[in-house]
T-cell receptor
């Protein structure tokens, strides 16, 4: 069964450094999302991406964040200057635009630890 | 501010019993409703989606939606210890999640 994959599974970085989190969505899906979950808190929406552009973003997704689809398979989240409070699980999700249901399938996540 | 509220639990049920999980949402015009299961340290896994009022059954799971009351529920029949997890209610696209209800099924 097709699934969303994410790399790395765990990223440790120093405060102020840039990180890039990578996702490979399910191949025929056209909507892509990033969510994050700070330990013990709810899953929060960051950004959605469709047709090579951001379709919606939350208040969390400020200027330190960017997303890109550099090729036909990868979808990346870049955090330019990491802060301690960016430590969280980051989940990528994808959705089939052809489906009658707007069901999102999540990848396994990247645990980001900012020291 | 769109909110989704869930009782955080823990909800403890004996093996074989029915577990009942509830969720309310604030956005009256919401159209899509989802239940995800999340094991500790893992990603959300879709269990059920529901779009219209009433019940929707899939195996041991039944989702119930009442748009007038802005209420969604999930029933798990014949609960198993492997059902022990946090159950996340999510609404709309992009998803707005509740904080989740932790379910513990006691063998």
């Amino acid at each position: 069964e097709p699934e969303v994959t994410q790399t790395p599974s765990h990223q440790v970085t120093q405060m102020g450094q840039e990180v890039i989190l990578r996702c490979v969505p399910i191949s025929n899906h056209l909507y892509f999302y990033w969510y994050r979950q700070i330990l013990g808190q709810k899953v929060e929406f960051l950004v959605s991406f469709y047709n090579n552009e951001i379709s919606e973003k939350s208040e969390i997704f400020d200027d330190q964040f960017s997303v890109e689809r550099p090729d036909g398979s990868n979808f990346t989240l870049k955090i330019r200057s990491t802060k301690l409070e960016d430590s969280a699980m980051y989940f990528c999700a994808s959705e089939d635009a052809q489906s009658s249901t707007d069901t999102q399938y999540f990848g396994p996540g990247t645990r980001l630890t900012v020291l | 501010q769109k909110e989704v509220e869930q009782n955080s639990g823990p909800l403890s049920v004996p093996e074989g019993a029915i577990a009942s999980l509830n969720c309310t949402y604030s956005d009256r015009v919401s159209q899509s409703f989802f239940w995800y299961r999340q094991y500790s340290g893992k990603s959300p896994e879709l269990i059920m989606s529901i779009y219209s009022n009433g019940d929707k059954e899939d195996g041991r799971f039944t989702a119930q939606l009442n748009k007038a009351s802005q209420y969604v529920s999930l029933l798990i029949r014949d609960s198993q210890p492997s059902d022990s997890a946090t159950y996340l209610c999510a609404v709309n696209t992009p998803l707005v999640f509740g904080k989740g209800t932790r379910l513990s099924v006691i063998a």
